[in-house]
């Protein structure tokens, strides 16, 4: 699976927009992008994914560059309850290697 | 609906002993996977199971072991414990297995080998 770069650690205040940086620069064509994160205590959760358009849902959205060598997670603001590490991570639609790749991931702290 | 559910939440054993994790699936999911999490190694595939076959294994020695059931109840086994695999161990359902439909993890089992 190709690598991604994530900062170790980000802040962000309270109600604010936050923009959690992910480099992939050798993804292939076939690689989906997602993202997961981890509350304290808890296993990681799904919050979003996509190929080559940027996707939107109730969580989150992912911009996604033209050349896709990187990508953005936005949350468009932030509460308490965001304050975890988030995980980028790339994967193909491949059978028989199902498994994800975690990284070390980004822990975003969120200023009350 | 009922997500994933990993028992027990918390376990205690000692260098030597055996250890055997649960982890019940989302209902429909017949992917299950399971990763160890560790301070220093950070989140590591164990392995996954697709119809009770074991359809991809990470690099772990062989006294890390699982199996699925019918019901895609899977279980895992830890032998000859050492103080290395005091872990987070988690588990995680898929609907198909393919990583194009997100997983879902449990809260995890919390192991402590002393």
């Known amino acids: 699976d190709a690598k991604t770069t994530q900062p170790n650690s980000m802040e962000s205040n309270e109600e604010e927009p936050v923009h959690l940086p992910c480099n992939h620069s050798t993804i292939s064509g076939t690689d989906y992008i997602h993202w997961y994160r981890q509350l304290p205590s808890q296993g990681p959760e799904y919050v979003i994914h996509?190929?080559?358009s940027n996707v939107n849902n109730r969580m989150a959205s992912l911009a996604i560059a033209e050349d896709r060598k990187s990508s953005t997670l936005i949350l468009h603001r932030a509460t308490l309850r965001d304050a975890a590490v988030y995980y980028c991570i790339l994967s193909g639609d491949q059978t028989g290697a199902n498994n994800l790749f975690f990284g070390t991931g980004t822990r975003l702290t969120v200023i009350p | 609906k009922a997500g994933v559910t990993q028992t027990p939440r918390y376990l205690i054993k000692t260098r030597g002993q055996q250890v055997t994790l649960s982890c019940s699936p989302i209902s429909g999911h017949r992917s299950v996977s399971w990763y160890q999490q560790t301070p220093g190694q950070g989140l590591q595939f164990l392995f996954e199971y697709f119809s009770e076959t074991q359809r991809n294994k990470g690099n772990f020695p062989g006294r890390f072991s699982g199996r699925q059931f019918s019901n895609s109840r899977s279980e895992m086994n830890v032998s000859t414990l050492e103080l290395g695999d005091s872990a987070l161990y988690l588990c995680a359902s898929s609907l198909a297995g393919s990583r194009l439909y997100g997983y879902t993890f449990g809260s995890g089992t919390r192991l402590t080998v002393v």
């Open positions: 996509g190929l080559t």
